[in-house]
């Protein structure tokens, strides 16, 4: 079941925060993000397991909340290079290297 | 990290034609997977190529629309079969790649063939 992700869209100015939800109905092993820009292949950003760590990434991190069912990107003192459209793909167990990607979030980010 | 080479990047075909594309690795990996992207749309899972058996196809997509080999553990050819105008869109390749945490892996991909239908 695909996971849905929200804002579809959100546009920034250089230097302000944007948070990308992504929720499911089904019980999650592992949620990925990932980012693509315009004509290019999606680009790994990091995983996320069950259990409600938090890992970082330069100025962009994640949580998992495993009750919920609901993982959170966070992106802080955006960038411009930050533009383009963020997925998350979650899969749900463990060696199910398949994944399932939400409809993106698309973001802009205008000096 | 993986390396992925697809070919054609771009086509644009006739209704009723059919069209291999065709994804080269730069290392040998087991797990291999075609996805279909249409203009602005999410990532939707084709299937999984196997090596040296038959393709695993997810709900929707079926052998005959959508032949798959994968002859070696490093290439992989994705067949659109009778194309018509729904199925232009672009088809990614793409391989996991363990990361170590358990029964996790990274998805590298291919720049996608882009295909139309005319």
């Known amino acids: 079941q695909q996971p849905v992700q929200s804002p579809q869209a959100v546009i920034l100015r250089e230097g302000e925060d944007a948070v990308i939800n992504c929720s499911s109905s089904?019980?999650?092993?592992?949620v990925h993000w990932y980012r693509q820009k315009h004509g290019e292949a999606p680009v790994f950003l990091m995983i996320?397991?069950?259990?409600?760590e938090q890992k970082g990434h330069e100025k962009i991190s994640a949580s998992f909340n495993e009750k919920k069912q609901q993982s959170s990107l966070y992106l802080t003192a955006s960038q411009l290079s930050y533009s383009g459209t963020y997925f998350c793909?979650?899969?749900?167990?463990?060696?199910?290297?398949?994944?399932?990607f939400g409809k993106g979030t698309k973001l802009s980010v205008i000096p | 990290s993986a390396v992925i080479s697809q070919k054609p990047s771009r086509d644009i075909c006739q209704r009723g034609t059919s069209l291999t594309i065709q994804c080269q690795v730069d290392?040998?990996?087991?797990?291999m997977f075609w996805y279909r992207q249409q203009p602005g749309q999410s990532l939707t899972l084709i299937a999984t190529?196997?090596?040296?058996?038959?393709?695993?196809?997810e709900s929707g997509f079926v052998i005959d629309k959508f032949p798959i080999s994968r002859p070696n553990l490093t290439f992989s050819t994705l067949t659109v079969s009778n194309m018509s105008p729904e199925d232009s869109s672009i088809y990614l390749c793409?391989?996991?790649?363990?990361?170590?945490?358990?029964?996790?892996?990274?998805?590298?991909f291919g720049e996608g063939s882009r295909l139309t239908v005319l």
């Open positions: 190529a196997n090596q040296g058996s038959e393709a695993t196809y």
């Open positions: 290392s040998q990996v087991t797990m």
């Open positions: 996320l397991l069950k259990g409600g």
């Open positions: 793409s391989v996991a790649l363990p990361t170590g945490v358990m029964g996790t892996g990274e998805l590298f």
């Open positions: 793909g979650t899969s749900s167990g463990a060696g199910s290297y398949q994944l399932t």
């Open positions: 089904k019980a999650l092993y592992s």
